[in-house]
């Protein structure tokens, strides 16, 4: 099993920024890759940014590219999600997600690990 506890949400102002932490424990060891998710109230769950564990790949939602940073940290098993020029769109309960089969993937089914989540509000 793998723990996950995000960390770093909060209110923040249009063009602001935000930096969303996730520290893993348990079989780290068995995570292949990282991801980070988003829920909006009355939207499906979207994906956001995913790492593979050793940091040589990393992928984006065409709606964060460019503005929002997603890396690791192994030897602190702690993902990053650097968020800048944040927009109201990008309100939502932020998910961190570990997958511990080979391959990054955009697909919420694919994680096997959820961390509880952590409010990101951005204010007009």
């Known amino acids: 099993q793998v723990q996950l506890v995000e960390s770093g949400g909060g209110l923040v102002q249009a063009g602001g920024s935000l930096r969303l932490s996730c520290s893993a424990s348990?079989?780290?060891?068995?995570?292949?890759?990282m991801g980070w998710f988003r829920q909006a109230p009355g939207k499906e769950r979207e994906f956001v940014a995913t790492?593979?564990?050793?940091?040589?790949?990393?992928y984006y939602a065409d709606s964060v590219k460019g503005r929002f940073t997603i890396s690791n940290f192994n030897a602190k098993n702690t993902a990053y999600l650097q968020m800048r020029s944040l927009k109201p769109e990008d309100t939502a309960v932020y998910y961190c997600?570990?997958?511990?089969?080979?391959?990054?993937?955009?697909?919420?089914?694919?994680?096997?690990?959820w961390g509880q989540g952590t409010q990101v509000t951005v204010s007009s």
């Open positions: 997600a570990a997958k511990s089969s080979s391959g990054v993937s955009f697909v919420v089914g694919e994680y096997d690990y």
């Open positions: 348990g079989r780290v060891s068995s995570v292949y890759a």
């Open positions: 790492i593979s564990w050793s940091g040589a790949s990393t």
